[in-house]
């Protein structure tokens, strides 16, 4: 492989847990231009992961703007909307429930005085 | 303060049923990650804070959604990759995609002889774009999965390796110092 060629596939491997194909790999051991290469591509990932554990300071109340926000007065009307949309589906999930109960209770009703009737005729 | 305190199945019960206690207390735990993944996204402190806030409201509003299978830090990860996304997007600074193939960069010293440091990387990452920057950081810093990140992105597992890729290639030039080209 040329120089060019690898230099191209060396970002799609490095940092990964993949190796290398192996005519890179051959290359990458004759060639110091590309073995620095890439030796400079894990160099700088290493430092990102690394920086990885940092943690950056936090902006001034930053923890009180956070709870205020959540107790702004638009946030408590959307939270109360959200409790009404809840309590009028779950309303309206009862009252579908109550009448198909009450559906099924007619029907039955139904069913048993034709039962009834059809036996009364049968016996007379 | 209990930054260094997880998150544990007794805390998040109670911010279920609703104790602002413990919701803050929950803040407390994780503010400053959250706030940092923030900045590593957008790059800005003013906006990281906007990002930041608007997650913990999205984790406010949408705990009781929250499957406990899954753990909580990661969920939250995805809530606040969102919310920056969501802002990018609204910025109008997620769209910076990469249509054209950047100039081959010009060879330049090895890394290792510039004795490059961590500040050149956060210059380095700083000057990324959104678009770059974000998969770089969530590869790498967090180890989410191409496809997890494609998921959060809202593109494909293979948008996700391909920008991951000139990603590394633009950290890499910026660091070394060698010619910068528009991605």
């Given at each position: 492989?040329?120089?060019?060629e690898?230099?191209?596939?060396l970002?799609e491997?490095?940092?990964?847990?993949e190796?290398?194909p192996?005519?890179?790999e051959?290359h990458?051991?004759?060639?110091?231009?590309c073995?620095?290469?890439?030796r400079?591509?894990?160099?700088?990932?290493?430092?990102?992961s690394?920086?990885?554990?940092?943690?950056e300071?936090?902006?001034?109340?930053?923890?009180?703007?956070?709870?205020?926000?959540?107790t702004?007065p638009?946030h408590?009307?959307?939270?109360?909307?959200?409790?009404a949309h809840?309590?009028?589906?779950?309303?309206?999930?009862a009252?579908?429930?109550?009448?198909s109960l009450?559906?099924?209770?007619?029907?039955a009703a139904a069913?048993a005085?034709?039962?009834r009737?059809t036996?009364?005729?049968?016996a007379? | 303060?209990?930054?260094?305190?997880r998150?544990?199945g007794?805390l998040?019960a109670?911010?279920?049923?609703g104790?602002?206690?413990a919701f803050?207390?929950?803040?407390?735990?994780?503010?400053r990650?959250?706030?940092t993944?923030?900045y590593?996204?957008v790059?800005d402190?003013?906006?990281?804070e906007?990002v930041?806030?608007e997650?913990y409201?999205?984790?406010?509003?949408?705990l009781?959604?929250?499957?406990e299978?899954a753990?909580?830090?990661t969920?939250l990860?995805?809530?606040?990759?969102?919310?920056?996304?969501?802002?990018?997007?609204?910025?109008?600074?997620?769209?910076?995609?990469?249509?054209?193939?950047?100039?081959?960069?010009?060879?330049?010293?090895p890394l290792a002889?510039?004795a490059?440091?961590?500040d050149e990387?956060?210059r380095?990452?700083?000057?990324?774009?959104?678009a770059?920057?974000?998969v770089?950081v969530?590869?790498?810093?967090y180890g989410l999965?191409c496809?997890?990140?494609?998921?959060?992105?809202?593109i494909?597992e293979?948008a996700?390796?391909?920008?991951?890729?000139r990603?590394?290639?633009r950290l890499?030039?910026?660091?070394?110092?060698g010619?910068?080209?528009?991605?």
């Amino acid at each position: 492989m040329k120089c060019d060629e690898v230099r191209l596939i060396l970002p799609e491997y490095a940092g990964e847990d993949e190796p290398f194909p192996q005519e890179v790999e051959v290359h990458l051991a004759t060639c110091t231009g590309c073995a620095a290469e890439e030796r400079a591509y894990r160099e700088a990932l290493t430092l990102v992961s690394a920086i990885g554990g940092e943690t950056e300071p936090l902006p001034p109340r930053f923890l009180e703007d956070v709870l205020s926000r959540l107790t702004r007065p638009d946030h408590a009307r959307a939270a109360a909307r959200r409790f009404a949309h809840d309590r009028s589906a779950r309303y309206i999930r009862a009252r579908y429930a109550a009448v198909s109960l009450g559906g099924v209770m007619v029907g039955a009703a139904a069913l048993a005085i034709i039962r009834r009737r059809t036996a009364r005729r049968a016996a007379a | 303060m209990a930054e260094s305190k997880r998150v544990d199945g007794e805390l998040l019960a109670a911010c279920r049923s609703g104790d602002a206690d413990a919701f803050e207390e929950l803040v407390r735990r994780t503010q400053r990650r959250v706030f940092t993944l923030a900045y590593r996204l957008v790059g800005d402190r003013t906006e990281a804070e906007d990002v930041a806030q608007e997650a913990y409201l999205r984790v406010y509003r949408s705990l009781g959604g929250f499957r406990e299978d899954a753990r909580f830090e990661t969920w939250l990860y995805r809530v606040v990759t969102n919310a920056a996304m969501s802002h990018l997007r609204r910025r109008g600074r997620f769209g910076v995609l990469l249509d054209a193939e950047p100039a081959r960069p010009q060879p330049g010293p090895p890394l290792a002889d510039r004795a490059a440091d961590r500040d050149e990387v956060k210059r380095g990452l700083a000057e990324l774009s959104p678009a770059l920057r974000t998969v770089l950081v969530l590869r790498e810093m967090y180890g989410l999965t191409c496809r997890e990140i494609g998921e959060e992105m809202g593109i494909t597992e293979g948008a996700v390796k391909v920008r991951l890729h000139r990603a590394r290639r633009r950290l890499r030039d910026v660091i070394q110092g060698g010619t910068r080209h528009e991605v």
